[in-house]
């Protein structure tokens, strides 16, 4: 085995209240790319900043090619060849890539910035940024921003380069080109730790993967045995042998629950129409773009509809506000569940009770009693990980705040719920709790539309598929026609599946949308 550049011996790490670590142990050498994983709060970023220097570790210790070392600071850890790069880029937005690259190190002296103007275009070519070193960082990408991070560190003399979810605000051409920056970082002997809960991206890049559980070594897998349900096994402590629990068995002459007919909502010409029946997940695939985040906001009263018409259990729906829809029985779990979904600041409680207040008030009060029981028997439902229903949602993490999002809907027993990315940012252990809470609710007779761009997700969790392209639905596919090939066709414009362009265009009558539903 090659000498380790670092390692972390039996670190623990207390904050009031809470153990962040507990007898912790990891090593990584020269040009080997480690994994670190685990669900939100196992201690993966608790034990990356003892690394970095922004933590002192209580107990334990750091070792150094070997000898024992202490960072009392953030520039100790530099000096050592130790970065961290955070999943939030750390850059001087309104200067120069150049100037990024030497912060801190500017001598003002027309030859020797001339002499950084090269440096840095030798820098930004070890990285594969074809850029302007006079480009001014606001104006690139996420994944140049991120290329920019690692050519400072290669600046500093990295020797280990830690990644926090690099790959979080990337496009797939991005992470593909970070990929490759790393198998080269790792040919010039760069130790890299890689923070992901993405499973597929550590396959595709870890020589070796440690596993946290609660603070706590959980256990370590080599390059040939990285495998899902593995990796699963050890973050959720226990065997999952299916992550998604749907049975596929709706019933297809179930009640229709939701019916869309001819809909058109402002900024879009193409009709829709579509129909949800009672206990059934459908997916909604699609790439980037294709109006599916828009859709779901028109049914629920965020966007304006300009015709068409919508029907809950056969009766007319009209929506222009999000009140209306919520009233009638139809709810959103959105995509951007920090700014649309919850109120960080405000507590557990408060959020849970917020679109509820008609039913935890009376004569224009709120009565506590009734609050703090929803709050308690949401949180032991959905096993919310909380201090209490006091703390506030911002600190929880991405999958506990799902659940509360979720947990004030449940609330008012809603008949049609829309789910806008219902796992992302979110834990491979808080995604198996999410998806047995959307199975329940579909066996409870709820219909549940599923819109996701996980393509495991779609073709796990759905009993059909409805495939949107530029505003339109391109296709249907049956759980018998299901695979991603065919996902893939109608999402870049093919049609297929049942028919051409299915339910979609003027509807004349408003049954007409049960009645297709009724003969497929």
């Given at each position: 085995?090659?000498?380790?550049?670092i390692?972390?011996?039996?670190?623990?790490?207390?904050?009031?209240?809470?153990?962040?670590?507990s007898?912790?142990?990891?090593?990584?050498?020269?040009?080997e790319?480690?994994?670190?994983?685990g669900?939100?709060?196992?201690?993966?970023?608790?034990?990356?900043?003892?690394?970095?220097?922004?933590?002192?570790?209580?107990?334990?210790?750091?070792?150094?090619?070997?000898?024992?070392i202490?960072?009392?600071?953030?520039?100790?850890a530099?000096?050592?060849?130790i970065?961290?790069?955070?999943?939030?880029?750390?850059?001087?937005?309104n200067?120069?890539?150049?100037?990024?690259?030497?912060?801190?190190?500017?001598?003002?002296?027309?030859?020797e910035l001339?002499?950084?103007?090269?440096?840095?275009?030798e820098?930004?070519a070890?990285?594969?940024?074809?850029?302007?070193?006079?480009?001014?960082?606001?104006?690139?990408s996420?994944?140049?921003?991120q290329?920019?991070?690692?050519?400072r560190?290669?600046?500093?003399?990295a020797?280990l380069?830690?990644?926090?979810?690099p790959t979080s605000?990337?496009?797939?051409?991005?992470?593909?080109?970070?990929?490759?920056?790393?198998?080269?970082?790792?040919?010039q002997?760069?130790?890299?730790?890689?923070?992901?809960?993405r499973?597929?991206?550590?396959?595709?890049v870890?020589?070796?993967?440690?596993?946290?559980?609660?603070?706590?070594?959980?256990?370590?897998?080599?390059?040939e045995?990285?495998?899902?349900d593995?990796?699963?096994?050890?973050?959720?402590?226990?065997d999952?042998?299916?992550?998604?629990?749907?049975?596929?068995?709706?019933?297809q002459?179930?009640?229709?629950?939701?019916?869309v007919?001819?809909?058109?909502?402002?900024?879009?010409?193409?009709?829709?129409?579509?129909?949800?029946?009672?206990?059934?997940?459908?997916?909604?695939?699609?790439?980037?773009?294709?109006?599916?985040?828009?859709?779901?906001?028109?049914?629920?009263?965020?966007?304006?509809?300009t015709?068409?018409?919508?029907?809950?259990?056969?009766?007319?729906?009209?929506v222009?506000?999000?009140?209306?829809?919520?009233?009638?029985?139809?709810?959103?779990v959105?995509e951007?569940?920090?700014?649309?979904?919850?109120?960080?600041?405000?507590?557990?409680s408060?959020n849970?009770?917020?679109p509820?207040?008609?039913?935890?008030?009376?004569?224009?009060?709120?009565?506590?009693?009734?609050?703090?029981?929803?709050?308690?028997?949401?949180?032991?439902?959905?096993?919310?990980?909380?201090?209490?229903?006091s703390?506030?949602?911002?600190?929880?993490?991405?999958?506990?705040?799902?659940?509360?999002?979720?947990?004030?809907?449940l609330?008012?027993?809603p008949?049609?719920i829309?789910?806008?990315?219902?796992?992302?940012g979110?834990?491979?252990g808080?995604?198996?709790?999410?998806?047995?809470?959307?199975?329940?609710?579909?066996?409870?007779?709820?219909?549940v539309?599923?819109?996701?761009?996980?393509?495991e997700?779609?073709?796990?969790?759905?009993?059909?598929?409805?495939?949107?392209?530029?505003?339109?639905?391109?296709?249907?596919?049956?759980r018998?026609?299901?695979?991603?090939e065919?996902?893939?066709?109608?999402?870049?414009?093919?049609?297929?599946?049942?028919?051409?362009?299915?339910?979609?265009?003027?509807?004349?009558?408003?049954?007409?949308?049960l009645?297709?539903?009724?003969?497929?």
């Amino acid at each position: 085995m090659a000498v380790p550049l670092i390692e972390a011996v039996g670190v623990s790490k207390r904050f009031p209240g809470v153990v962040a670590l507990s007898g912790v142990s990891m090593h990584v050498a020269p040009g080997e790319v480690l994994a670190v994983v685990g669900e939100n709060g196992a201690g993966k970023s608790t034990l990356m900043k003892v690394l970095a220097g922004i933590y002192t570790p209580d107990e334990g210790e750091l070792r150094l090619d070997g000898k024992s070392i202490q960072f009392p600071g953030v520039p100790a850890a530099l000096a050592a060849g130790i970065v961290l790069i955070h999943q939030e880029l750390n850059l001087a937005e309104n200067l120069s890539i150049a100037a990024n690259l030497f912060l801190g190190r500017e001598s003002g002296l027309f030859l020797e910035l001339s002499a950084e103007r090269v440096a840095s275009r030798e820098l930004m070519a070890r990285v594969g940024l074809e850029a302007s070193p006079d480009r001014i960082v606001g104006s690139l990408s996420p994944g140049q921003k991120q290329l920019v991070e690692i050519a400072r560190a290669l600046r500093a003399k990295a020797r280990l380069i830690v990644f926090d979810e690099p790959t979080s605000s990337l496009t797939q051409r991005e992470t593909d080109r970070l990929y490759e920056v790393i198998d080269d970082l790792k040919r010039q002997d760069v130790a890299i730790v890689y923070i992901s809960h993405r499973l597929a991206e550590v396959k595709r890049v870890a020589d070796r993967v440690i596993v946290l559980r609660d603070g706590k070594n959980a256990g370590e897998l080599p390059r040939e045995r990285i495998n899902h349900d593995a990796l699963i096994r050890l973050m959720v402590g226990r065997d999952l042998k299916q992550l998604y629990p749907r049975n596929h068995q709706a019933k297809q002459d179930a009640q229709v629950r939701l019916a869309v007919n001819g809909l058109r909502r402002e900024g879009c010409p193409h009709a829709v129409s579509l129909a949800l029946r009672a206990g059934e997940i459908v997916g909604m695939a699609g790439l980037v773009g294709a109006g599916r985040t828009e859709l779901a906001e028109t049914l629920f009263g965020v966007r304006r509809i300009t015709s068409g018409e919508v029907l809950l259990d056969g009766v007319p729906l009209r929506v222009t506000h999000p009140r209306e829809a919520m009233s009638a029985g139809l709810v959103l779990v959105p995509e951007d569940r920090r700014h649309h979904g919850l109120l960080l600041e405000f507590a557990i409680s408060d959020n849970l009770a917020l679109p509820n207040y008609d039913r935890l008030s009376s004569m224009g009060w709120l009565l506590p009693g009734p609050i703090a029981k929803l709050a308690r028997d949401t949180m032991e439902r959905l096993r919310v990980r909380a201090f209490g229903p006091s703390q506030a949602a911002g600190q929880l993490s991405g999958g506990n705040q799902q659940k509360v999002v979720l947990g004030k809907w449940l609330a008012r027993r809603p008949k049609v719920i829309l789910f806008d990315e219902p796992t992302r940012g979110v834990d491979v252990g808080a995604r198996s709790e999410i998806y047995a809470l959307m199975d329940q609710l579909a066996d409870a007779g709820t219909a549940v539309l599923m819109i996701s761009s996980d393509m495991e997700e779609v073709l796990g969790m759905s009993d059909r598929v409805l495939v949107m392209h530029e505003g339109r639905l391109a296709g249907e596919l049956s759980r018998g026609e299901l695979n991603e090939e065919a996902v893939m066709r109608l999402a870049t414009g093919g049609y297929g599946g049942k028919g051409d362009d299915p339910l979609v265009g003027r509807v004349s009558d408003r049954s007409t949308a049960l009645r297709r539903a009724d003969d497929r």
